[in-house]
């Protein structure tokens, strides 16, 4: 791997005109082959490399970014800098660059992922697609290699080459619809055939969906559904600008018991079964945070910013977002579900007896950050389970949830894990996931019925 | 940069492209953010490269790349030829025939917002935020932003189309809060305020300084407010509610793409059918949806869009019925009927999609927002989205407001907050029975329209007068 992003950082640093200055690069080759009704109809090929440049003058910031990288780019983007941090009053609470750290090591890279080009990529989405006949395929194969490097004035000098693919199928018909989906940094870790099959697998038991009266259930969520919901409740409530503005269902509750003794939760960019970062895009090195520890709440994730607000002394936990979405303050990227006890999901089923089983979500939205509240669709194979066993298929379930009061009452989790995607694959290339177990929760408040499955 | 395109354009077709265009895009991005009385961030964003888009034997193929040389507009041209014939699939793509355009738009503005200081904008923010000082508001924030985007578009049937777009807007934020309570109150919108394309005469047209009192009393009143109850009754929203309403049930569920099934794996499908055109009855009488990519200052506004069409007004819904979809060339010559018209892409490294242009609920005769008020026996008046959800279709939804009010005798009453409502697409519309003048018809642009994958954010408008439902569903509780 070369280390043409680091080079071109510290290209950049070199250009850059302040009394600190920090930058971070983002390179990406990626190729996307989308497809719909068994074939691909929005194919996207990438080459990007983005330059992100943060000076500080005389206690004064300002930032720019560019993907040119030409030399007279970069002295350009060091003058808007510049232009930016001398127009700006000083800023009496930026607690300065990081300084240089160890980084964990994190292994991430995968050469066949990165070799893969556009006659391979179009081949493994067809492949998925073959798997899903006799019943129409959506959805994508997509790999990537990207890296990010950060370069500071302070000394740091850190580089990262990343290699992402998933595969994601929602095999379908007039009324019927199945989904699975899997994501890693090694691509040959997956055959894409595995992820047709159980989309069409779960799509064919879905015909004939019955309707179900709003009202609290037990339910089983698969990696899917608990991954896309803790997501979604991670963005204000394990975030330390949500403690700071008060927007975190966490807020005055670390060290209480908020969840059953049976869940936990942390932010893990270390593990191997994820998709492993070995520092933030300030070129702090990664920390594991806990964040619910056997129904207690921890902790949450922190950057330089927020961590310097904190009236408790937080330190940063390596959780800097990417410049443009620094306005949203850290956020966690690799949230891990610990795992359970029950040797597979029909354990959790029976367990459940009476109740729904949820395969993925639709279109979350956040109702109260401070409660937890969220809001969304079931979708692609809602069942009701009876008699501890899977039942008939169900319309689609909008819920309405506190995901602590989902997380109060949870008979079991399975033993197994799945790296569930949470990348929409927005601006720059940075994979992300949750890696999570199934669940049984004895607390699923279902609040109206959606259209049935399929198209 | 015109060269460069026909270079890629070129590369394609010698490659075997029946059909290709290219895109060269350069985009400026400047946004100057404050909050609780500091700077929190002052960005400068440029952006350029060639998008080359190549149809070979019906296949789709698009490659892009950040240098803008003839080795980048080749090779992207080559990469995305190369991956169409490897595309597995049927492929039977063809697209609707169009004239070939050259032609030049630029948006008609004052004052060109990056001409403005970044000192200035500071101080407008930071003035607003001292508006907005109340006890209970614990978080103050404004923000402006400025866009430029200049884009050549070349094809294979000869068109030439170059473009200067220029978006200039922002929005203000009070966050209130108590032991229990998180509360919001946003002007002139929620989720990234309201943006127009025009210069900095729509930002000082906003009045940040003279609306930010009312931001900060309000948010801090919220706190105590009564929970919006449990109820079915009539809902009165405000235009900026009717914005997302309008988006997210009749903008999405109109994109012809989604009809189609091509957007299933993410933003969902469409209740509506290809031959629902002239039958379906998408809600009351009074309802009247028109797309319209020429409106003065909205974010969909253009001479041509992303494929070489030309703008045009075209009715959505007429009179409660589904009279027409937006459409692109692929997609109109499946449906056989019109050229398309509505494509669109984030910047060069995007194919261009289906997207919302401005899309508007045509006034009524229902008056002023007081008149509308006048009417209700007993209901709610809801004011600004604060949270929304709807199914994979676009049927079921559920939409929270950041503020609301009860209405007794005609009369606003006591404050509410956290108000839900929830419905289904048809059966909401259906129930519309009153939409204000075209007094009240406000215009606003959002920027945050999320759609395809890799994903997109589309820059779209809405304008509506505020408007009345019947029997709706409120106070959905976890």
Request: aromatic residues 6%.
């Amino acid at each position: 791997m070369s280390q043409t992003a680091l080079e071109l950082a510290q290209r950049a640093l070199a250009a850059a005109e302040g009394d600190q200055a920090e930058v971070a690069v983002q390179t990406e080759r990626s190729g996307f082959a989308r497809f719909a009704d068994s074939e691909v109809h929005q194919p996207t090929l990438i080459e990007n490399a983005v330059v992100q440049l943060r000076v500080v003058r005389d206690g004064r910031v300002g930032s720019a970014l560019t993907n040119r990288i030409e030399p007279d780019a970069l002295r350009e983007l060091a003058r808007r800098a510049a232009e930016a941090a001398d127009l700006a009053p000083p800023d009496p609470d930026f607690p300065g660059l990081a300084e240089p750290e160890p980084f964990p090591e994190v292994s991430a890279y995968d050469e066949e992922t990165a070799a893969l080009g556009a006659e391979e990529q179009a081949q493994l989405a067809g492949r998925a697609i073959e798997a899903a006949a006799p019943l129409a395929a959506y959805g994508f194969f997509t790999s990537a290699l990207s890296e990010l490097a950060v370069a500071t004035s302070t000394g740091i000098a850190a580089h990262q080459p990343m290699t992402d693919a998933t595969t994601l199928v929602i095999a379908a018909g007039e009324d019927v619809s199945g989904y699975a989906e899997r994501s890693t940094w090694k691509a040959g870790a997956v055959e894409p055939e595995t992820i047709g099959h159980e989309a069409a697998e779960k799509a064919a038991r879905t015909r004939g969906a019955a309707s179900l009266e709003p009202g609290r259930h037990a339910a089983v969520l698969e990696p899917y559904a608990l991954g896309e919901l803790l997501q979604w409740f991670g963005w204000d409530s394990f975030s330390g600008l949500g403690i700071l503005e008060e927007r975190s269902a966490l807020c005055g509750r670390i060290g209480e018991q908020i969840a059953d003794p049976r869940v936990t939760i942390t932010d893990d960019p270390l593990d191997p079964d994820g998709l492993p970062k070995a520092f933030d895009f300030e070129g702090v090195p990664k920390r594991v945070v806990p964040l619910i520890e056997d129904g207690v709440a921890r902790g949450v994730v922190w950057d330089r910013t927020t961590a310097a607000r904190s009236p408790n002394g937080a330190a940063s936990t390596g959780h800097a977002p990417p410049p443009p979405a620094r306005v949203y303050g850290p956020m966690p990227t690799a949230l891990s579900v610990g795992a359970g006890e029950a040797s597979s999901v029909d354990e959790l089923i029976e367990l459940v007896g009476d109740g729904i089983y949820v395969t993925r979500l639709h279109y979350l939205g956040i109702v109260n950050p401070r409660e937890g509240v969220i809001t969304g669709m079931t979708r692609d194979g809602t069942f009701r389970i009876r008699a501890g066993r899977i039942a008939e298929p169900l319309v689609n379930l909008r819920f309405t949830v506190a995901v602590p009061d989902l997380l109060a009452e949870v008979p079991g989790l399975t033993r197994a894990r799945q790296l569930v995607n949470q990348s929409q694959f927005y601006d720059e290339r940075y994979p992300q996931g949750v890696l999570c177990p199934a669940i049984a929760t004895a607390r699923f408040n279902v609040t109206g019925s959606g259209s049935g499955p399929g198209l | 940069m015109r060269q460069l395109c026909e270079a890629a354009v070129d590369a394609a077709v010698a490659a075997g492209a029946s059909y290709a265009d290219a895109r060269v895009v350069m985009r400026r991005a400047q946004l100057v953010a404050t909050k609780n009385g500091q700077v929190e961030e002052i960005s400068d964003l440029d952006s350029e490269g060639i998008g080359v888009r190549v149809l070979v034997d019906g296949a789709w193929g698009f490659a892009c790349d950040r240098r803008t040389t003839d080795e980048g507009a080749r090779e992207a041209a080559l990469r995305a030829t190369a991956f169409a014939k490897a595309a597995p699939g049927g492929h039977r793509r063809s697209l609707a025939l169009v004239d070939a355009r050259t032609a030049e738009y630029r948006t008609p503005l004052e004052r060109d917002p990056f001409s403005v200081s970044i000192a200035d904008k500071v101080d407008l923010c930071l003035r607003a935020e001292e508006g907005m000082k109340h006890a209970d508001v614990t978080v103050r924030s404004a923000f402006v932003r400025a866009h430029r985007e200049h884009k050549l578009f070349v094809s294979s049937i000869g068109s030439a189309i170059e473009q200067d777009i220029v978006e200039a807007g922002g929005g203000i934020e009070a966050i209130a809060t108590s032991d229990a309570l998180f509360q919001v109150r946003s002007y002139p919108s929620a989720h990234g305020g309201s943006s127009s394309q025009a210069g900095w005469e729509y930002v000082e047209g906003l009045d940040f300084v003279a609306q930010a009192p009312r931001v900060g009393e309000q948010a801090s009143a919220l706190l105590r407010a009564e929970e919006c109850p449990p109820a079915t009754t009539t809902v009165v929203l405000d235009s900026d509610q009717m914005m997302l309403q309008i988006h997210e049930s009749i903008g999405h569920p109109t994109e012809l793409d989604r009809v189609y099934g091509t957007e299933a794996a993410y933003a969902g499908t469409s209740f509506l059918k290809p031959d629902d055109v002239d039958s379906l009855r998408y809600g009351s009488d009074l309802m009247n949806v028109t797309a319209d990519s020429t409106t003065p200052g909205g974010l969909g506004t253009f001479a041509f869009d992303d494929e070489g069409v030309r703008a045009r007004r075209e009715p959505i819904v007429e009179g409660g019925v589904l009279r027409g979809f937006l459409t692109s060339r692929e997609t109109a010559a499946r449906l056989g009927q019109g050229e398309g018209g509505s494509m669109r892409a984030d910047g060069w490294s995007r194919m261009p999609l289906v997207r919302m242009t401005n899309l508007h609920l045509e006034p009524g005769d229902g008056g002023s927002l007081e008149e509308l008020i006048d009417g209700v026996p007993d209901g709610v008046y809801l004011e600004t989205n604060k949270s929304w959800s709807i199914d994979d279709k676009r049927l079921n939804f559920q939409f929270g407001t950041q503020i609301g009010w009860e209405i007794k005798g005609g009369r606003l009453g006591r404050m509410l907050r956290d108000a839900t409502y929830t419905g289904v697409t048809p059966v909401f519309w259906g129930e519309l029975d009153a939409v204000g003048g075209a007094a009240h018809w406000q215009l606003k642009g959002l920027t945050n329209c999320g759609k395809g994958q890799p994903g997109q954010d589309g820059h779209v408008s809405h304008g509506s007068s505020p408007a009345r439902f019947r029997n709706v569903q409120i106070g959905v509780k976890a």
